[in-house]
């Protein structure tokens, strides 16, 4: 009676995992920096946007802040992983552009088919702003960049499509749904 007690207990105890605080992410430094980037972009750059691209090039993890959903370059046309959301936004994992660290973890929780597809109505009032990282190792991330990140995006050959123009007979005629 003694041992299976003993059994049951240690049963018990085996079976209570440790809750899993990043179930996105290599690395749990990469997790604290993306959520420590979404907070430097609510207290110093834009307090209002509530949407985060996360992309990785090389070496380098960029958040960057927009206000509306696959408007701006490079958002609507680089290829999504997934998505995750904190208390206060959405954040939306990209394709990572020939990374020297794999970030992301395989399989991962990531939400699928949670980007909208479609543009959003766009003003033209927004721009790349964001945060840069220096990936150094897994667990070592430097804060190289803050504020307005123009200048660092350019067309990648990837990515450059080809405008297709529409039939002859559509040209000059409204949208209907």
Same mark, same amino acid.
């Given at each position: 009676m003694k041992k299976i007690v003993l059994m049951l207990i240690f049963m018990l105890l085996y079976s209570c995992k440790k809750e899993v605080k990043n =179930? !996105?992410?290599?690395?749990d430094e990469i997790y604290n920096k993306i959520i420590e980037g979404t907070d430097i972009i609510h207290q110093e750059i834009s307090e209002s946007d509530r949407l985060f691209y996360v992309l990785?090039?090389?070496d380098t993890l960029i958040i960057m802040s927009v206000k509306y959903e696959n408007v701006i370059k490079p958002t609507f046309m680089i290829k999504k992983e997934g998505t995750f959301y904190t208390d206060c936004c959405k954040i939306i994992i990209?394709? =990572? !552009?020939?990374p020297s660290?794999?970030?992301?973890?395989?399989?991962?929780?990531?939400?699928?088919n949670d980007v909208s597809e479609?543009?959003?109505?766009?003003?033209g009032n927004d721009y790349q702003k964001g945060?840069?990282?220096k990936i150094k190792d897994l667990n070592h991330l430097e804060l190289i960049r803050k504020g307005d990140l123009r200048k660092y995006f350019y067309p990648i050959k990837e990515y450059n499509l080809p405008v297709i123009k529409p039939p002859k007979e559509y040209l000059g005629k409204p949208y209907k749904k």
């Open positions: =179930p !996105y992410f290599v690395s990785n090039r090389y990209t394709k =990572p !552009y020939n660290f794999k970030i992301i973890k395989t399989p991962n929780r990531l939400k699928q479609y543009l959003d109505f766009y003003n945060v840069m990282y």
